[in-house]
């Protein structure tokens, strides 16, 4: 995980988790502790009955924040156990998650605008509405990054400040869990 080999870091962390022992829940919360920020990267959610089995509470606004594409909850729940998650050795990992979260946030705009041209300016829109309010520059520089990632499908045109998705599975669900 500290490596950046998150499958091999899942894999080992979901075969600890599967093999301890029924009653060992603070083994279990230990794993866990590690196992669902490896998920979140990798663009697998645990579900709320998961966090709240094992105490692990700091990892709700997380989970809210990437399953709504709401950066501002993500932000807010990241800065309040920041320590927590320094000390733990996972924040690194958690503010990659950002990207995950970014992505989401794109494809609600995308549902809700419902066409495959979709200007700059409706996402500065969802940015502000969040209470994020960043520059048509920035939203380029992230839209490029996700592109390059492979998490979004589709081109920017930069003259006409536009993001050209692809009709064809925009958002794929497969670049997010392979990476």
Partial sequence: MFEDQHQNAEASLDYALKHCHKDAIHNKKCILKYLVPVKLYRGRLPSMYLLDKYGLDEFKPLVEGIR????????????????????????????????????????????????????????AKAFKWLGMAIDLDEIECILANLIFRGYVRGYLSHAKRVLVLSKRDPFPTSSVIMS
Wanted: overall charge positive; charged content about 30%.
């Fill in 68 to 123: 709504k594409g709401d950066l501002r909850t993500f932000q807010d729940g990241l800065i309040q156990y920041q320590d927590r998650f320094i000390r733990q050795g996972t924040y690194l990992l958690l503010e990659k998650c950002k990207t995950v979260c970014y992505r989401n946030l794109f494809k609600r705009v995308h549902k809700i605008v419902d066409k495959h041209q979709i200007s700059l300016n409706h996402v």
